[in-house]
């Protein structure tokens, strides 16, 4: 069974904090994703990697950073949190190449003070 | 331009109708896929259905279809026979092929409300 898992279903956090977000997986993906949804916005790419220590902006980039040391972990993190990003954060996962979906983990809703 | 478009932020449908939830894309690539996603109030994201550009018959999983118009560009997805349970968000998604491997674009959803 696919897994992709992410490290909080809900966080608190204070505006100004360093805020870490991990997602794993466990299908050996080489493309991971990070997405912000927001009502009546959809899904927005933060930023998408598709190879250890590789990573490219998506559509919203600003305000965070990624890293993947690992080819099964993607984090993304916020420098110094702020109330506009207070969202539901998706990470998915899925092959390179080949007609497969990507896989979701579960969401993490944050919400910044 | 948007690359993938839906119309209908909120629909309702009575219990065991059927129910078309729209979806137009934009896209000048050959070879491309659409997906639909159900999301329930828990947040998950549950994929539903599939279609490959190269797929002359319309995917059919269960109770779900999509009614693929490749001309027109849309790709509609139909729920026969409506559940309570059906009652959800449901992403358009469209996959193209890139350099650096499969890039997703996604519409804004459509709400669904399941009467009984």
């Known amino acids: 069974d696919v897994k992709v898992t992410q490290s909080s279903r809900y966080l608190v956090k204070r505006t100004g904090e360093k805020v870490f977000l991990e997602c794993v997986q466990d299908?050996?993906?080489?493309?991971m994703f990070w997405y912000r949804q927001d009502p009546g916005l959809g899904l927005r790419l933060i930023y998408f990697?598709?190879?250890?220590?590789?990573?490219e902006k998506g559509d919203i980039p600003e305000g965070y950073s990624v890293s993947r040391e690992k080819k099964e972990r993607f984090s993304l993190i916020l420098e110094s949190a702020s109330t506009n990003q207070t969202s539901m954060y998706l990470c998915?996962?899925?092959?390179?190449?080949?007609?497969?979906?990507?896989?979701f983990g579960p969401g993490t809703r944050l919400l910044v003070l | 331009a948007q690359k993938i478009t839906q119309t209908q932020p909120g629909m309702f449908v009575q219990e065991k109708e059927a129910v078309t939830l729209d979806c137009t894309y934009d896209?000048?690539?050959?070879?491309?896929?659409l997906f639909w996603y159900k999301q329930p109030s828990s947040g998950e994201m549950i994929f539903l259905i599939y279609?490959?550009?190269?797929?002359?018959q319309n995917a059919t999983e269960g109770r779900y279809s999509l009614n693929f118009q490749k001309a027109r560009k849309s790709a509609n997805l139909v729920i026969s026979a409506s559940q309570l349970g059906d009652s959800a968000m449901y992403f358009c998604?469209?996959?193209?092929?890139?350099?650096?491997?499969?890039?997703?674009?996604f519409g804004t959803g459509t709400s669904l409300t399941v009467i009984p």
């Open positions: 279609q490959g550009s190269y797929d002359e």
């Open positions: 990697s598709y190879d250890v220590k590789m990573k």
């Open positions: 299908m050996d993906h080489e493309n």
């Open positions: 998604a469209m996959r193209e092929g890139r350099r650096n491997g499969n890039q997703f674009y």
């Open positions: 998915a996962s899925s092959p390179r190449k080949g007609k497969e979906t990507q896989y």
């Open positions: 896209t000048s690539d050959q070879s491309y896929g």
